[in-house]
């Protein structure tokens, strides 16, 4: 038998390791479903939202995960700007 290569690391790629369910999580934790219904105009985030049925939408429409993509990676470089912000102010 042949073993499956290592993957391969991908320490520029910030979304590298990070699953779906982790970052529709976290983009509703930060704006909750209805300011994310508004940055993302999806059914699945205005109409009786949940993780499941957005995991499940998102799942199927590559144009829609990409829109969640591109928010979660602004959401990241927001909070790291404002981190650097706090810092150099002290």
């Known amino acids: 038998m ?3 290569p290592p993957p391969i690391a991908q320490p520029r790629n910030p979304l590298h390791g990070v699953t779906l ?3 529709v999580r976290s983009l509703e934790a930060r704006y909750g479903w ?3 219904a ?3 105009p999806v059914r699945c985030f205005s ?3 949940s993780v499941k049925s957005s995991l499940k939408f998102l799942r199927k429409t590559p144009w ?3 829109k969640v993509e591109g928010l ?3 959401m990241l470089r927001e909070e790291k700007r404002m981190r650097r912000s706090l ?3 002290r």
């Open 2 to 4: 042949h073993e499956a």
């Open 21 to 23: 369910e982790t970052m």
């Open 34 to 36: 209805a300011d994310l």
């Open 38 to 40: 508004q940055r993302i």
């Open 47 to 49: 109409h009786d939202p």
């Open 64 to 66: 829609a995960r990409e």
């Open 72 to 74: 979660y990676l602004f």
């Open 87 to 89: 810092t150099e102010s």
